[in-house]
Antibody, heavy 114, light 111 residues
Framework: EVHLVESGGGLVKPGGSLRLSCAAS????????MTWVRQAPGKGLEWVGR??????????DYAAPVEGRFTISRDDSENTLYLQMNSLKTEDTGIYYC?????WGQGTLVTVSS | DVVMTQSPLSLSVTLGEPASISCRSS???????????LNWFQQRPGQSPRRLIY???NRDSGAPDKFSGSGSGTDFTLKISRVEAEDVGVYYC?????????FGQGTRVEI
């Protein structure tokens, strides 16, 4: 059974940093393009970024609002996806989900507030 | 960016009756590989999203057959043949053809 478990969320001040993790199991993680999606409180879904597989060059793409501040990486030996978030803004507050589209994690809450 | 526009944004339905949600894209969603990557997601209250439909009309495993997707070009539809209480939630369309990926605003379905 596929499982995606996010962790690392919490309260951080504007300008601060946070690293989210997503532990994957039940499928070939190294063979999957992985994506981060976020949801601001009471709002809709927003695509954050995606990382391809190693064989596809581990290429990353990001949404404009996070480009240059967020970095997606992966450790296939640990079956783990990461989202490094720097220079955080209040508008980055929300639940962050990792997904391979047909399966989603439960999400982890990030709150950016002074 | 491709803008995905859903309608209606809110839908009040009667148990056992059908429901339909429309999604329109600002650009054609035909990928260079010939596929149209139009997905539908369901998000029940307090839960993570769940994909129901991919590539316009393909149902994910575990998605009940009361859900069906259709459409082409820039106009797409999600239909629920007979609404049940468990269908309450927000439904999103999302295009997976162009970068960045974009979602519709969501349609809230209530009984």
């Amino acid at each position: 059974e596929v499982h995606l478990v996010e962790s690392g969320g919490g309260l951080v001040k504007p300008g601060g940093s946070l690293r989210l993790s997503c532990a994957a199991s039940g499928f070939s993680f190294s063979g999957a393009w992985m994506t981060w999606v976020r949801q601001a409180p009471g709002k809709g879904l927003e695509w954050v970024g995606r990382i391809k597989t190693k064989i596809d060059g581990e290429t990353t793409d990001y949404a404009a609002p996070v480009e240059g501040r967020f970095t997606i990486s992966r450790d296939d030996s640990e079956n783990t996806l990461y989202l490094q978030m720097n220079s955080l803004k209040t508008e980055d507050t929300g639940i962050y989900y990792c997904t391979k589209w047909d399966h989603w994690g439960q999400g982890t809450l990030v709150t950016v507030s002074s | 960016d491709v803008v995905m526009t859903q309608s209606p944004l809110s839908l009040s339905v009667t148990l056992g009756e059908p429901a339909s949600i429309s999604c329109r894209s600002s650009q054609d969603l035909v990928h260079s590989d010939g596929n149209i990557y139009l997905n539908w997601f369901q998000q029940r209250p307090g839960q993570s999203p769940r994909r129901l439909i991919y590539k316009i009309s393909n149902r994910d495993s575990g998605a009940p057959d009361k859900f069906s997707g259709s459409g082409s070009g820039t106009d797409f539809t999600l239909k629920i043949s007979r609404v049940e209480a468990e269908d309450v939630g927000v439904y999103y369309c999302m295009q997976g053809t162009h970068w960045p990926r974009t979602f519709g605003q969501g349609t809230r379905v209530e009984i």
